[in-house]
């Protein structure tokens, strides 16, 4: 399994555009939510928000078997919800389907593990 951490800053003015697509994903869409993620192979993730000096970011986790596959087929999935999702990505973050293509947003460096 792979994960990665990673940042994405939301669009000054975009914070409760931000608030209501999390509202979103965590309730009426949550079963839409969770299939989009089962076609891109993602396993676990948690989002965050971090309100800074330079202004409000969003923080994930994510894991999947292959976070490239995962990011790709995000990318250049045609699904309806999916489509949805990308414009409300680059509404929110300034985030384009090119720019889940590749390469990845972060780099893993490690990885600790308990026990």
């Known amino acids: 399994m792979e994960c990665i951490t990673w940042f994405a800053p939301i669009l000054p003015g975009k914070l409760e555009e931000w608030k209501s697509l999390i509202e979103e994903v965590t309730g009426p869409g949550k079963e839409e939510y969770g299939r989009s993620r089962e076609r891109m192979g993602v396993t676990r993730e948690v989002v965050s928000h971090m309100q800074t000096p330079q202004g409000d970011f969003v923080s994930l986790f994510q894991e999947a078997e292959d976070l490239e596959k995962a990011f790709h087929a995000l990318a250049t999935s045609n699904d309806p919800y999916d489509v949805w999702f990308k414009e409300k990505l680059q509404e929110v973050h300034g985030i384009t389907s090119e720019m889940l293509e590749g390469p990845l ?11």
């Open 105 to 115: 947003p972060a780099k893993l460096l490690f990885d600790y593990k308990a026990g």
